[in-house]
């Protein structure tokens, strides 16, 4: 897979509202399933599918810790997209102003 493509599989990954919300919950440190579902207020199959999305775009791993599975983001630079993300919306907003 050529960085192009990478880089759309990331930003796809990134485009749905749920996962941003688990990506930026994921930011300051890892969780462990039931904290997500407890915090983002989703059923277990539907943060499962999410979860397995942003896995596969390599922005979050897991990992095994007892019996739970604890999430973090595997992409520093995830946080930097988010924030070019949001400073967009801000800039695209202010236009209407």
Same mark, same amino acid.
């Given at each position: 897979?050529?960085?192009?493509?990478?880089?759309? =599989? /990331? #930003? %796809?990954?990134? &485009?749905?509202?749920?996962?941003? @919300?688990?990506?930026?919950?994921?930011?300051?440190?890892?969780?462990?399933?039931?904290?997500?579902?407890?915090?983002?207020?989703?059923?277990?199959?539907?943060?499962?599918?999410?979860? =397995? /999305? #942003? %896995?596969?775009? &390599?922005?979050?791993?897991?990992? @095994?810790?007892?019996?739970?599975?604890?999430?973090?983001?595997?992409?520093?630079?995830?946080?930097?997209?988010?924030?070019?993300?949001?400073?967009?919306?801000?800039?695209?907003?202010?236009?209407?102003?």
């Amino acid at each position: 897979m050529d960085i192009e493509a990478l880089s759309v =599989k /990331i #930003l %796809k990954a990134m &485009g749905h509202p749920i996962r941003l @919300k688990i990506v930026k919950f994921l930011l300051d440190k890892p969780h462990c399933v039931c904290e997500l579902k407890e915090n983002l207020e989703f059923s277990q199959p539907n943060l499962s599918q999410h979860l =397995k /999305i #942003l %896995k596969e775009a &390599g922005i979050i791993e897991s990992e @095994k810790v007892g019996v739970q599975t604890h999430y973090h983001v595997a992409l520093k630079s995830a946080a930097a997209l988010i924030a070019a993300a949001e400073a967009m919306g801000r800039e695209y907003l202010s236009q209407f102003k």
